[in-house]
């Protein structure tokens, strides 16, 4: 069966296996949602933007021809990963969810764990803090009902309008970090609070890391639920997978 694989990318893991197909010689796509004005290169040709919800990615499959989709989306992409579920299912298309485990809080970490943003803007709506807000800049405007906190934001892009929080510090950088840096940014700024993702992986990481290593507590917002879906947490799973499909002809 000839291979025509789809990723829906925009992670660290999507771009280490857009490698590893290149390299295999595999006839794919990746899609990036268009958020990062910026993405670094990818050595698979690279569509950018929406789909239009699960009908516009059925309708891309079909036409496209695509015969195997991968979703290495951010663990809080929920809307791209619902849809991908059930798209594949319209199409009868295999799908995989390239994922990262989830945190897990460690001896030594204050973590105060919420079940979304709208949890972690109520839990903040006490005294002023001075709090690393690590939510992505698209949820910003979520934490403006809280001004009276001092916000350091981390950012991959610089703001092209002004930021609905009237107290912050932006630093524009892309990780991997490491809790060192971290650990020295926290300190700088007399951060008491972060305000976390439970992204999984390493790259983001090293904030957590610095947390711990400084006392300090962390909100730490859970991952919205999926529908199920065969999943794997490597690149290397993910060809397995592919390459088990493909030779079964499936």
Known sequence: MRHNLLILGGTSE????????????????????????NPRPLPLPTRIGGFGGAEGLVAYIRAQGVS??????HPFAARISANAVAACNAASVPLLRLTRPAWQARAGDRWHEVVDIPAAVAALGGAARRVMLAVGRMHLPEFAVNPQHFYLLRLV???QDALPLPQTHVIVDRGPFTAATDSALLRQHGIDLVVSKNSGGSGAYAKIAAARELGLPVLMIARPGLPPATECHSPGDAMNWLHGRTERGV
């Open 157 to 159: 892009d610089p703001p």
């Open 14 to 37: 999507a771009s280490a296996l857009a490698r590893d197909i290149a390299e295999a010689g595999i006839a794919a796509t990746i899609s990036l949602a268009g958020r990062v004005e």
């Open 68 to 73: 195997h989709v991968i979703d290495a989306t």
